[in-house]
């Protein structure tokens, strides 16, 4: 891959500093609301780089674990779906919740951190 | 355009309320895919009244939602507003009914109520703090007297019933074949878990903060948004009520800013009826559930025919994990 300086996330970071320090404070209404709403999208980016691999593998990780099977973790978590709606997992199965939960924490801690602490 | 549909809005207006209207400042509030809200000045001689007027569907605008989810035309919708005012709901008055030479499309003007609508603000803005109890107390007054309409007055509502609800939002997602766990398991555990409650009532359908005008002073002025109005389970109105994203942030659960306890005991007062908690309860897991899938759609909706690619509509579907985990805290007991 081509590849210069800065790196992606500092670019990233420097599209979102111009949006955030410059731009947004000459706006109102529709466009600034468009503004914040593409700067906290270019956030998601942005934690993505940071951590998306790491929580992952995580996640396919503890896929192999619960399923007892290999794969991506694409074809995991479709078979994982597959269990759920056959009924070959209880519900109640406290493995599954705790694997569910972490996986929404970690999604949730790239799409959208603030919402783990309210 | 502006200028097109003020003159077509004149026109209708002049002709329904049997004297010559003039329209000034007409100017558009919110629209959606499916609804437009505009704002105007009517002039009847030497009084001028604020109106708002409602578009509920534009142009040849269809979308598949629509075909699942039962919504309602502006004529229906207006209906169904008055058959609620006429039980002490509090609504915008209904002016008129738009016809179809009125080139309008389907819709109609209410009288414009003053006040707040953002549900952040309502939950958590100090102003309205006072206001809490009291708007905790109207909502379980409202919900009871629009359960109260009698059916036969609004024969347009189609029958959804718990099992229809769970099936519709089932559909939604095999529709887009999206397959996560999270969405699966709630989905699962809603077609185990739903109330066998058969006995059908009018249901508002979306009665949540952020769907009502608000003031400090009077608390809840009127109801908001009755086009997804349909034959349901009571209780179904008063969960999703309760969904944590609809407190916007605040910390109690009735709308961010009531009790459960305050809102059951206002409505079984207003009503006579029990409320049926587990059902409630249900129905707000299921809540979390159905807002997951809506938030799903939006961010899918780019890949539909004839859609363009949204920065808004891509940022509420990466909401999709925000109510699959309020959905899990609250079945472990933790909501």
Redesign the interface.
């Known amino acids: 891959m081509p590849s210069g300086l800065p790196k992606p996330e500092i670019l990233l970071q420097a599209a979102i500093a111009y949006l955030r320090e410059e731009l947004l404070p000459t706006l109102s209404g529709y466009h600034a609301y468009?503004v914040r709403?593409?700067i906290?999208?270019l956030g998601?980016l942005q934690r993505s780089f940071e951590k998306g691999a790491a929580l992952d593998a995580d996640e396919r990780q503890r896929l192999v674990e619960l399923l007892g099977a290999e794969g991506s973790r694409t074809a995991l978590?479709?078979m994982?779906?597959e269990r759920?709606?056959k009924?070959e997992v209880s519900?109640d199965d406290p493995q599954?919740?705790d694997?569910?939960?972490r996986?929404?924490?970690e999604?949730?801690q790239i799409?959208?951190p603030k919402?783990?602490k309210? | 355009m502006a200028e097109a549909l003020a003159q077509k809005l004149q026109a209708a207006l002049s002709r329904q309320l049997d004297g010559a209207v003039v329209v000034r400042d007409l100017a558009r509030l919110t629209g959606g895919a499916t609804k437009q809200t505009y704002a105007f000045t009517a002039q009847e001689g030497g009084s001028a009244r604020r109106l708002i007027m409602q578009l509920t569907s534009v142009g040849e605008q269809v979308n598949s939602e629509s075909e699942m989810t039962p919504r309602l035309n502006g004529e229906y919708d207006a209906r169904l507003t008055m058959a609620a005012a006429a039980k002490g709901v509090l609504v915008p008055k209904v002016v008129c009914i738009l016809h179809k030479d009125d080139g309008l499309g389907s819709g109609y003007v209410t009288e414009f109520v003053d006040g707040q609508t953002l549900g952040a603000k309502i939950s958590r803005d100090p102003a309205f703090l006072p206001a809490h109890e009291k708007m905790t107390e109207q909502a379980g007054i409202m919900l009871a007297r629009i359960h109260s309409i009698d059916r036969a007055t609004v024969p347009f509502l189609k029958e959804h019933g718990p099992q229809d609800q769970v099936r519709i939002y089932r559909r939604l997602v095999e529709h887009h074949s999206y397959r996560l766990p999270a969405l699966e398991f709630g989905l699962r555990w809603a077609e185990q878990n739903v109330p066998q409650r058969n006995q059908l009532g009018v249901i508002h359908g979306d009665f949540r903060n952020g769907n009502f005008i608000a003031t400090p002073e009077h608390g809840i002025r009127a109801i908001l948004d009755w086009e997804i109005g349909q034959l349901g389970d009571p209780m179904q109105d008063l969960g999703w009520f309760c969904v944590k994203t609809w407190r916007f942030g605040g910390s109690r659960p009735a709308g961010g800013f009531g009790t459960r306890e305050a809102l059951f005991a206002a409505y079984e007062k207003e009503c006579g009826r029990t409320v049926d908690v587990e059902a409630v309860r249900f129905w707000e897991a299921f809540g979390s559930v159905k807002w997951a899938v809506m938030c799903l759609r939006k961010g899918l909706q780019y890949t539909e025919p004839g859609r363009r690619l949204e920065i808004e509509q891509c940022a509420i579907g990466r909401r999709v994990e925000e109510p699959l985990y309020d959905f899990f805290n609250l079945i472990e007991g933790r909501g």
């Open positions: 468009q709403v593409t906290s999208v998601i978590n479709d994982l779906v759920i709606s009924d519900l599954l919740r694997h569910i939960l996986s929404l924490d999604a949730l799409n959208n919402w783990l309210n």
